[in-house]
């Protein structure tokens, strides 16, 4: 990541002007990035509003959890259960990691 930052592949002073799909998808071009690692970056470094982090396992199995479901859910499945979340999806996250770890701490 920091090699394509350096030889100019990847300017992160124009993510602001872009959305988090194309940045996964500029993202995704470097070998060594893979989806949780992106998603994570959206969420953590550049503060995204509504990035579900589908690729998480803490928050699936919380997701799981929370909602009575039978098994842990997919991408697909991910997306269409936080839908009614948006645009605030990543608060929805930070609250769900934080029953995650208050549980663990019992």
Do not use: H
């Not at 470094?45 to 990035?51: F, G, I």
């Not at 579900?52 to 697909?76: H, T, Y």
């Amino acid at each position: 990541f920091a090699e394509a930052v350096i030889n100019g592949s990847v300017t992160m002073d124009k993510f602001d002007d872009m959305t988090d799909s194309q940045i996964t998808k500029q993202l995704m071009q470097i070998r060594g990035l893979g989806q949780w690692t992106i998603e994570m970056f959206l969420l953590l470094a550049l503060c995204r509003t509504d990035v579900v982090p589908s690729a998480d396992f803490i928050f699936k199995k919380e997701l799981q959890k929370m909602l009575n479901l039978s098994e842990i859910p997919k991408r697909g499945k991910i997306n269409t259960l936080t839908e009614t979340w948006r645009p605030w999806r990543s608060l929805a996250v930070w609250y769900i990691w934080q029953k995650a770890n208050d549980r663990e701490k019992r």
